[in-house]
């Protein structure tokens, strides 16, 4: 396996609601997580190409591969307050109401780490992200460069018989992420394909050693090694 470094950098906020929570109440995970980042390299490998055969080519390549996030110092959590457009039940068109949702505030680069066996192609196309998370969560790469492999303090996302494992040792703030299963089909994850979507993710967690300071409608975590 061959690990490739990713230095991010996010000019504005990022946003990406936790998995399976409301879309009125949004709350949003610190980091992006692993199925957000390899979904948004094979969606920009199509965008590059026009060419759909490509964007499979790099699912294959990037499904399987690992991720670890270096994260600044500390990472500013903001809750807002959203009008937003809610869908009628039982008639047509939509109806205002309002919603809450997290944007998360980066005040240095993130680090990603992507290791995978065919790693040119990470390279290739990962230099080319625009977003990650909600579509208004923009970022630009600042660098691209092969490394040896993340730091020991680089956050990975961990299976259930891991994070049981991890809270009986050490106390983290955790917060629930999805990754790509490992028998996931590109199909799947292509909206034109008629494919059922179902057991294409997996559960997982990130695990971040933080003290939060809190206030009324903000959070500041700041990250221990």
Same mark, same amino acid.
């Given at each position: 396996?061959?690990?490739?470094?990713?230095?991010?950098?996010?000019?504005?906020?990022?946003?990406?609601?936790?998995?399976?929570?409301?879309?009125?109440?949004?709350?949003?995970?610190?980091?992006?997580?692993?199925?957000?980042?390899?979904?948004?390299?094979?969606?920009?490998?199509?965008?590059?190409?026009?060419?759909?055969?490509?964007?499979?080519?790099?699912?294959?390549?990037?499904?399987?591969?690992?991720?670890?996030?270096?994260?600044?110092?500390?990472?500013?959590?903001?809750?807002?307050?959203?009008?937003?457009?809610?869908?009628?039940?039982?008639?047509?068109?939509?109806?205002?109401?309002?919603?809450?949702?997290?944007?998360?505030?980066?005040?240095?680069?993130?680090?990603?780490? #992507?290791?995978?066996?065919?790693? @040119?192609?990470?390279? %290739?196309?990962?230099?080319?992200?625009?977003?990650?998370? $909600? +579509?208004? =969560?923009?970022?630009?790469?600042?660098?691209?460069?092969?490394?040896?492999?993340?730091?020991?303090?680089?956050?990975?996302?961990?299976?259930?018989?891991?994070?049981?494992?991890?809270?009986?040792?050490?106390?983290? #703030?955790?917060?629930?992420?999805? @990754?790509?299963?490992? %028998?996931?089909?590109?199909?799947?994850?292509?909206?034109? $394909? +008629?494919? =059922?979507?179902?057991?294409?993710?997996?559960?997982?967690?990130?695990?971040?050693?933080?003290?939060?300071?809190?206030?009324?409608?903000?959070?500041?975590?700041?990250?221990?090694?």
């Amino acid at each position: 396996m061959q690990w490739v470094k990713l230095t991010l950098h996010f000019p504005s906020l990022f946003s990406y609601r936790i998995p399976d929570y409301s879309s009125q109440y949004a709350l949003s995970v610190p980091l992006p997580s692993p199925s957000a980042i390899k979904l948004a390299v094979v969606a920009t490998a199509i965008r590059a190409t026009g060419n759909v055969a490509e964007g499979e080519r790099v699912f294959y390549a990037v499904r399987d591969a690992n991720v670890r996030i270096a994260p600044p110092k500390q990472i500013a959590i903001n809750s807002v307050l959203i009008k937003r457009l809610k869908k009628k039940k039982n008639e047509p068109g939509f109806e205002n109401t309002f919603g809450v949702r997290e944007y998360v505030f980066f005040p240095d680069d993130v680090n990603l780490f #992507v290791g995978c066996d065919n790693v @040119d192609v990470v390279t %290739k196309y990962s230099g080319m992200l625009r977003y990650l998370g $909600s +579509g208004d =969560s923009m970022l630009y790469v600042k660098r691209v460069e092969q490394t040896e492999k993340p730091p020991e303090s680089a956050i990975k996302a961990i299976t259930d018989k891991e994070f049981a494992e991890a809270i009986s040792k050490e106390s983290y #703030v955790v917060y629930p992420v999805k @990754d790509i299963s490992k %028998k996931a089909k590109f199909e799947q994850i292509n909206p034109y $394909s +008629g494919k =059922s979507g179902r057991n294409v993710f997996e559960r997982k967690y990130y695990l971040i050693k933080a003290k939060i300071k809190k206030g009324k409608n903000w959070k500041v975590l700041e990250i221990r090694c």
